[in-house]
């Protein structure tokens, strides 16, 4: 590599003295010397000079390196911050120097894009961009890495641990979080940050330091919009599993690791069988059964959640029109379609083409959406969307009911069919007449709206008895069927319908 030119090293040496606020204390000083000394003439000189001299010393603008402007710029931003974190770790030789690497995620881009467009998003990013470097000092590197991330690494100091770190992690996101005004309308990002000691670094390398820090970042993200993370070895060994997984993901929905087990539901009236809902498990050949969690936001991250939602619907039906086919009575079949899915404006034709293919009428497919869905979208095509599924025929269901806080009117305004009560109201109710009071309340909106219920997670007998008594219409849970692959339902439906006949009846409470 050759040396850099004078001016160069000229500037190097002299920018840092020149930039701290030492020096700027004493400018008032040098203009009034100048005058005593030379009177107007020398004043005229200074006032000129002065910003001609630091021009040339290069002190302009060093407050942090400018930030790229577009998603574009991510692989040359990579290149020039890892050249600049390898410049801080060379530095960090020093054993009583520390330092800290972040990386930031800016949260929300995507619906910004969706209701306001592409140029305002990247209006948008660039306030964010402006902020990081208007927080920074003379020294601290920091670049845009991609779309909606970022990276900072803190010129060394001498005193600096978790605490003051986590300190400047919230700063920096108290910053990235203040609203936004764009033409007149207050936007809200939300900023989740991850971060890495210069002490605590698994290697010696920039990129090893980076890859620290990111990792600390996934493991933010996992808990939530606004999370910060420090990073641990148990948050990289989380990470690279989920590397791992992402690159199995796509793989599995193609060669049919992932389908639905079915878990079935049944009437507090009759106790036949009401239907089943259709959950996406994963059959690893190594791992075993991967559990939802660990999965769903893996395909979320990947893209993959709009194909794992045909795959699933495309089983679920398959499933009804075999148990048709070996003459069990199962009424209707239940899958769950993510906020993603719902914004298409093309599923209802999607659904209606999978409901002809299989011959099967639309009643007998429900549409389950989450209540937090409802109540937090104000998205025009997602509730056309919905829409469209009710005037289809299919049924309507509001997923874990009273988690969300929906209102009636937004009940109304999705043609909800039936409410299914979150488990967290089922729990132990038998015994606790708190709960028993708010199962009512919810049964009897229930009922003056005319929608069907059904009470999730219902584990015992006696929180069975009391939901049927109470006037709950269905029920579902371990206490009922644990959820299972379609060639274990047909057994389980014919036992469940032979134990019918020597069972009591549990009815209402007149």
Not at 141 to 165: H, K, M, N, W, Y
Not at 231 to 256: H, V
Not at 268 to 285: C, M, Y
Not at 304 to 319: D, F, P, S, T
Request: hydrophobic letters at 40%; one cysteine or more.
């Amino acid at each position: 590599m050759q040396d850099p030119p004078p001016l160069a090293r000229f500037q190097a040496w002299l920018a840092p003295a020149l930039a701290g606020p030492p020096l700027l204390a004493f400018l008032p000083a040098l203009s009034l010397g100048a005058f005593w000394l030379g009177g107007e003439r020398a004043l005229v000189l200074t006032s000129l000079g002065l910003p001609l001299f630091f021009a040339i010393a290069g002190t302009f603008g060093r407050k942090g390196r400018a930030l790229g402007s577009g998603p574009e710029d991510g692989q040359h931003g990579q290149t020039c911050f890892e050249t600049d974190v390898a410049g801080i770790v060379e530095a960090l030789a020093k054993p009583e120097l520390k330092s800290v690497c972040l990386m930031l995620e800016i949260e929300e881009l995507q619906e910004v894009v969706g209701r306001h467009g592409p140029a305002a998003a990247d209006m948008l990013m660039e306030r964010v961009s402006e902020r990081i470097v208007a927080a920074l000092r003379p020294g601290d590197r920091s670049a845009r890495l991609g779309e909606t991330r970022f990276g900072i690494c803190l010129a060394p100091v001498r005193q600096l641990d978790l605490e003051l770190s986590i300190q400047l992690a919230g700063r920096l996101q108290l910053s990235m979080e203040e609203p936004i005004d764009l033409d007149g309308v207050s936007i809200y990002l939300s900023c989740t940050i991850g971060f890495c000691l210069s002490g605590r670094r698994p290697g010696r390398s920039a990129q090893d330091w980076i890859a620290a820090a990111t990792a600390a970042l996934a493991d933010a993200k996992r808990n939530g919009p606004s999370s910060i993370r420090s990073f641990s070895p148990r948050a990289r060994n989380r990470a690279g599993a989920r590397s791992d997984l992402q690159d199995d993901a796509a793989k599995a929905l193609e060669n049919g690791q992932i389908h639905p087990w079915f878990q079935p539901q049944i009437s507090t009236d009759t106790g036949r069988v009401s239907g089943f809902e259709a959950l996406a498990r994963w059959t690893h050949p190594e791992r075993g059964v991967i559990a939802p969690a660990d999965f769903l936001p893996v395909l979320e991250e990947s893209g993959q959640i709009e194909r794992l939602g045909q795959v699933i619907l495309a089983h679920a039906l398959k499933a009804l029109r075999a148990w048709d086919e070996a003459g069990v009575h199962v009424p209707s079949i239940g899958v769950n379609f993510t906020s993603a899915e719902l914004c298409s404006p093309t599923l209802p034709e999607r659904v209606n083409w999978e409901l002809d293919r299989f011959d099967l009428a639309p009643s007998r497919l429900a549409v389950e959406i989450l209540e937090t869905v409802v109540t937090d979208s104000s998205d025009d095509t997602l509730t056309h969307t919905v829409r469209a599924l009710g005037k289809l025929g299919c049924r309507i269901d509001l997923d874990d009911f009273g988690t969300g806080h929906a209102s009636i009117a937004a009940i109304r305004r999705f043609d909800i069919s039936r409410i299914k009560i979150d488990r967290c109201f089922i729990a132990k109710a038998d015994q606790d007449p708190d709960q028993q009071r708010m199962i009512t309340a919810i049964l009897t909106m229930a009922e003056q709206l005319g929608l069907e219920t059904l009470g999730e997670g219902v584990e015992t007998a006696g929180e069975h008895a009391l939901l049927a008594q109470l006037g709950c219409t269905h029920v579902q849970g371990y206490g009922i069927g644990r959820p299972m692959p379609f060639d274990q339902t047909l057994d389980w439906i014919r036992s469940h319908e032979a134990r019918l006949a020597h069972a009591p009846r549990i009815g209402r409470a007149s």
